[in-house]
């Protein structure tokens, strides 16, 4: 049986797993900025990908990773990510 403090992120627990999730804005010695959306999970019962790095983690919780939503999700955040650096650099 694994047991884990309830006030870490998920994506502090999915780090001790060697789960990997994109991150960009997230260092675990830091404050989480929250700004890249980057590490979105899906929660079993939840409607929409939820950032990781800003959840706490609850033992009740199954979180998926590698479904399509989720993998849609980060494509269409680096995609825009990518279209405001565009704009920032021909501006």
């Known amino acids: 049986m694994i047991c884990f403090i309830t006030y870490l992120f998920q994506i502090n627990i999915l780090s001790y797993f060697e789960i990997w999730i994109p991150r960009f804005c997230y260092h675990g010695k830091y404050s989480s900025s929250v700004n890249c959306r980057m590490c979105l999970v899906e929660i079993k019962g939840s409607l929409k990908p939820l950032i ?26 680096l995609l825009c990510l990518t279209m405001y650096n565009i704009y920032n650099i021909l501006k």
């Not at 033992?59 to 399509?68: G, S, V």
């Open 52 to 77: 990781a790095c800003c959840i706490l983690f609850n033992k009740n919780m199954i979180i998926y990773t590698n479904i399509n939503l989720v993998t849609i999700s980060v494509e269409f955040q």
